[in-house]
């Protein structure tokens, strides 16, 4: 394990567009913006960055189209693209990419209209020949084979999946800038249309349009720059499918393994994480991921989530911003875990603020169930 | 000419197609550790040889999950079957109501025309649920 890395990195500079519907803005747009915003965060500018990390619904190219955009003379770029956790593989990418000295400072960025451009989810052509003429909804359909499958093995149920909707709105309504505020019953939930069975409307993240971007820097820089540095304290990725029919165990994902590489590379364990986001883009993801990060286990998910353990007040703060399902949901989310462990890190979330949150752990997922990615940060404290 | 001839011919994808077109529902099972896999590819899935083996499949399988896709022109089955080879596919189980279709139910294959070959599944005959 590359226990070397931790703390060697910091994301020293955050951006966030929080246009959850702005028409007439592209997703190109979104990214700009929320790039300029998160180099003025940190006090550097554009000429600064000469590592860009990107990926977009609506570009096969999106390195191309951002440093020309931006102006930028990049010598080291990544734009893998492995759906919504993309920007957690960016992150470990950049992390690396600064301790070789590839780059000095590394712009990880996104962008996305997808509700103003009329809410269907853009995707890259990538055809599933033998998925497609079962006509599978895309991507719900996945996620609600996974979750049935929970339900028949451990007994889960559609409370339980409620519930975790309830914890997200119940966060989103401490958070201004939640696109989804007010209040909402698991009754409301539990009667919402049904979709793709076990998955209703209600299970489902929103659609909204928004920006995100992050500075990374080496440690040693970033003690010298306008915000308190997080410290990249561990990262790990995994991938295990492209088709849900290829996933090993619907009920175990590889997020077991990019959070036990995370893990090392911190040198802690789940308990001691004070804050947690994992990528809510369904209800079951969320139940799944507290399982496969350590939180709880396996097969307890239901049970932990409707003790109120993951709710405001609850023993472990998970998704405070409200989340994909009612804080924003911009077609790939990822990058927006890592924005609000940061502002949670910095002590900046107000009426949701965790006192003392010292280390946060941010997960993110891609595909269908896809690829994983984990990331625990720290503040100066736990260096 | 100096290519590898143990991938001469057409692609796996290719040869499973024109298998379905005549009827036949292959697999490939690895020649090293007896694995069969699905979709096709070039390597097994469970060693990583390229020397696979094509064969006929039973047909035979349970459900390893199911949904009720709810649409507006009629409600439909989304299954993943679990082969008695060993693979697992997505597919769908006909000739019954979707919500009765569940978790560990035995089932058959069919090729059917829609209008390209798809294998579908059905009921085992005996099953009664
Ligand atoms: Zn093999």
């Not at chain 1, 955050?14 to 979104?30: E, H, L, V």
């Not at chain 1, 989810?121 to 079962?134: C, F, G, I, N």
């Not at chain 2, 020649?31 to 899935?45: I, N, Q, S, Y």
């Amino acid at each position: 394990m590359s226990r070397s890395l931790r703390g060697n990195a910091a994301i020293v500079g955050i951006g966030n567009t929080k246009r959850w519907n702005a028409p007439g803005r592209s997703p190109f747009d979104q990214l700009q913006e929320a790039a300029i915003l998160a180099l003025e965060d940190c006090g550097l500018g554009l000429k600064d960055v000469d590592g860009l990390f990107c990926a977009v619904s609506s570009s096969g190219l999106p390195v191309l189209n951002v440093a020309e955009r931006l102006g930028l003379t990049v010598r080291h770029a990544d734009g893998t693209m492995v759906g919504g956790a993309s920007f957690l593989f960016h992150l470990q990418s950049a992390v690396s990419a600064l301790e070789h000295g590839l780059c000095e400072v590394a712009l990880i960025c996104y962008g996305s209209n997808q509700l103003s451009a009329g809410g269907r989810l853009v995707s890259m052509p990538d055809p599933q020949p033998y998925e497609a003429a079962y006509k599978p909804r895309f991507p719900i359909s996945s996620y609600a084979l996974a979750a049935a499958r929970h339900m028949y093995e451990f007994g889960t149920t559609r409370e339980n999946l409620a519930d975790v909707a309830l914890a997200a709105r119940a966060w989103a309504n401490l958070n201004p800038d939640a696109f989804a505020r007010g209040p909402l019953t698991r009754e409301e939930i539990l009667s919402s249309r049904m979709v793709s069975d076990p998955i209703t409307r209600a299970d489902c993240c929103l659609v909204t349009d928004g920006g995100a971007a992050l500075v990374v820097t080496r440690a040693d820089r970033a003690r010298d720059l306008a915000k308190p540095p997080a410290y990249v304290l561990g990262t790990g990725v995994a991938v295990s499918h492209r088709q849900i029919a290829a996933m090993p165990d619907l009920t175990t994902t590889a997020a077991v393994e990019s959070g036990r590489r995370a893990y090392a590379m911190a040198g802690i364990g789940p308990a001691e994480i004070d804050h947690v986001m994992v990528y809510d883009a369904f209800t079951i993801t969320t139940l799944l991921f507290l399982e496969d990060l350590g939180f709880c286990p396996k097969g307890e998910g239901g049970a932990f989530i409707s003790s109120g353990a993951i709710a405001p007040r609850g023993t472990l703060p998970v998704n405070t911003n409200g989340g994909g399902l009612s804080c924003n949901h911009p077609g790939m989310y990822g990058l927006f875990t890592i924005i609000e462990a940061v502002e949670q890190l910095r002590g900046a979330c107000g009426e949701r603020q965790i006192q003392g949150a010292e280390v946060a752990l941010a997960h993110a997922n891609g595909g269908v169930l896809s690829s994983q990615a984990t990331a625990i940060l720290g503040s100066a404290a736990t260096l | 000419m100096s290519t590898d001839p143990r991938f001469d011919g057409p692609g796996p994808d290719e040869t499973w197609r024109s298998a379905l077109a005549e009827g036949r529902f292959l697999l490939q099972q690895c020649r090293r550790c007896d694995t069969c896999r699905f979709p096709p590819a070039l390597v097994c899935r469970g060693c990583g040889s390229p020397d696979l083996a094509w064969k006929e499949t039973s047909g035979r399988g349970a459900v390893y999950s199911s949904t009720t896709v709810r649409d507006r022109e009629g409600n439909y089955n989304v299954s993943l079957v679990d082969l008695a080879e060993g693979a697992r596919m997505m597919s769908r189980v006909e000739s019954v109501d979707p919500d009765s279709v569940h978790i560990g139910m035995k089932v058959e294959a069919r090729i059917v025309h829609a209008p390209e070959p798809l294998v579908v599944f059905v009921p085992a005959k005996g099953d009664a649920s």
